[in-house]
């Protein structure tokens, strides 16, 4: 099993930073790569970013891309998503999510195996 806690929501104004974290605990090692989502009320939750844990490969919603910049501490087990430039439509709550295997299917909910708690980000106009 891997656990996951997220933390760094809270309310910005549009055109604010921040950061959120997200620390991994458990069988760590059996995991290939962390993503972010995001859900918004009455909206389906939606890929962020994602990370790999061994090498640097990244990849971006097109929406969020210019904007958040994810990265990872592996001495830490610990996933960053630095958020700049925040919009309202930013607003929802952020989950991070485990993963085994890096494919094409990284942006699907779905594919993933464990999930955090989630933290509410809130930008308002």
């Known amino acids: 099993q891997v656990q996951l806690v997220e933390s760094g929501g809270g309310l910005v104004q549009a055109g604010g930073s921040l950061r959120l974290s997200c620390v991994a605990s458990?069988?760590?090692?059996?995991?290939?790569?962390m993503g972010w989502f995001r859900q918004a009320p009455g909206k389906e939750r939606e890929f962020v970013a994602a990370i790999r844990w061994s090498n640097v490969g990244t990849y971006y919603a097109n929406s969020v891309k210019g904007r958040f910049s994810i990265s990872r501490d592996n001495a830490k087990n610990t996933v960053y998503l630095q958020m700049n430039s925040l919009k309202p439509e930013d607003t929802a709550v952020y989950y991070c999510?485990?993963?085994?295997?890096?494919?094409?299917?990284?942006?699907?909910?779905?594919?993933?195996?464990?999930w955090g708690q989630g933290t509410q980000v809130t930008v308002s106009s």
């Open positions: 999510a485990a993963d085994s295997q890096w494919d094409y299917s990284v942006s699907y909910p779905n594919k993933y195996d464990y």
């Open positions: 458990g069988r760590t090692f059996s995991t290939d790569h």
